[in-house]
């Protein structure tokens, strides 16, 4: 997820808590693609949740700043 499909994701309606489980599955997913392959078996790292609301947070809150100034 970039941080324009967050701003619009969020600017629709979404809590930060619902934005935060979306923007885990994906990552999670993409790890798990990652991992697929013998070689990569041991790149990238899983979030939980708690991590994934912090990037969401960030995002915002880096959004509503840059408006308001």
Do not use: C, P
């Not at 991992?35 to 912090?54: M, N, P, Q, W």
């Amino acid at each position: 997820m970039t941080e324009k499909e967050i701003i619009m994701l969020w600017k629709n309606g979404l809590s930060k808590e619902q934005l935060a489980k979306t923007y885990m599955r994906r990552y999670n997913h993409q790890i798990r693609i990652i991992r697929s392959t013998v070689r990569h078996r041991h790149d990238g790292k899983f979030i939980t949740s708690y991590e994934a609301l912090g990037y969401i947070e960030t995002v915002l809150y880096k959004h509503i700043k840059s408006e308001n100034s």
